[in-house]
């Protein structure tokens, strides 16, 4: 079994699947987008003087900061051949217990604790769901995406909580910065590298690329794939707790809207940094890139006065390229093998 598992075929496992023309082109994916980013950049610094203003970028990096936590999730997620549509929900649920608790005399960090908690067990509900019962991952976590946003509703009775008077620590973790950098920004920078390093070198990590190039296969290997499923949602869950606390931290605002299309984003910048909807590919570093270059599109179209009605749009637009990519790269490969 262990020789299974150190040798995969070449056939089933998504990343060493043989690749036609096309999709060997895609598997520069990274690279591409790096250029693409750098682009936009040169061009954006040239379209308007106050994008390389330190403010601005600044503010871009701590927006991008919750969204990406949640990518990085989402990416794990959808190497396993699911993704999670309650991240978004159970960000603002984390916030609003946290907040709730707070108002109700409960310290701010032991308050964030428990909001912790809530996340994991949000997790724990869709993996338990979808890894022991085997429901279809689209319901589950349509579910419970309903159960957490309905449960910021009910606790917040629709209005946001006010935290203004938190401790001074508590707002660091938001608003703060270590010698210029902000401090969300270096925790989701520290989240990317001991995500990307587990990605690379853990076996548990290797069991979710099994599962998500071949689920039967994987059984036949011997993987324990409900428990690998449970551990993929528990993660997506915990993340998107730690998102909702930095965010609570960073506006001192508890709110049942926060998250909102936060899945969505997230989605998209997973599959636009070389994640595959079918499982088996992924990269923490892809879903880095793809969630920068939607947060430069977003800030572009602030900066250059473009209704921010367009920012859905324009971000649904690069989804649905994003997926053909992914699409026209699979059949490539299907086709030259």
């Not at 990406?68 to 549509?85: C, H, K, Q, R």
């Not at 071949?214 to 993987?223: D, F, R, T, Y």
């Not at 001192?252 to 997973?270: D, H, K, L, W, Y």
């Not at 859905?312 to 649905?320: K, R």
Request: aromatic share 8%; net charge positive.
């Amino acid at each position: 079994m262990n020789q299974a598992l150190e040798r995969p075929t070449v056939q089933t496992m998504g990343p060493n699947k043989q690749k036609g023309l096309l999709a060997r082109a895609f598997a520069i994916r990274e690279f591409s987008l790096l250029i693409i980013i750098i682009a936009c950049v040169i061009i954006l610094s040239f379209l308007t003087p106050h994008f390389l203003t330190v403010s601005n970028l600044s503010t871009t990096a701590i927006g991008l900061a919750a969204d990406g936590i949640i990518a990085v999730g989402m990416t794990v997620a959808l190497v396993l051949g699911g993704f999670d549509l309650s991240v978004g929900s159970v960000m603002a649920l984390s916030g609003v217990v946290a907040g709730s608790l707070y108002l109700a005399g409960v310290n701010i960090w032991l308050a964030a604790g428990i909001a912790l908690l809530m996340g994991m067990i949000c997790g724990l509900i869709n993996g338990y769901f979808i890894g022991r019962v085997g429901l279809n991952p689209f319901i589950t976590t349509l579910g419970m995406m309903s159960i957490a946003r309905g449960a910021s509703y009910v606790l917040t009775k629709g209005s946001p909580l006010s935290l203004a008077g938190m401790s001074k620590g508590f707002k660091f973790l938001g608003g703060g910065h270590i010698f210029g950098f902000p401090v969300m920004v270096l925790i989701y920078l520290l989240i990317v590298v001991i995500m990307d390093f587990i990605m690379r070198r853990s076996v548990v990590m290797r069991q979710v690329f099994y599962v998500g190039s071949n689920e039967k296969a994987a059984v036949l290997s011997g993987i324990n794939v409900s428990k690998v499923k449970m551990g993929v949602f528990f993660l997506t869950g915990t993340l998107a707790a730690v998102s909702g606390i930095l965010t609570l931290s960073r506006f001192t605002v508890a709110t049942p809207n926060a998250g909102m299309s936060a899945e969505m984003r997230a989605i998209a910048a997973c599959v636009i940094g070389g994640a595959s909807l079918s499982g088996g590919e992924g990269t923490i570093l892809g879903s880095v890139l793809g969630v920068i270059l939607l947060a430069l599109v977003n800030n572009a179209l602030i900066l250059l006065n473009v209704s921010v009605y367009w920012q859905d749009l324009i971000t649904g637009i690069i989804l649905i390229s994003a997926v053909l990519i992914d699409f026209l790269s699979h059949r490539s490969s299907f086709l030259g093998k």
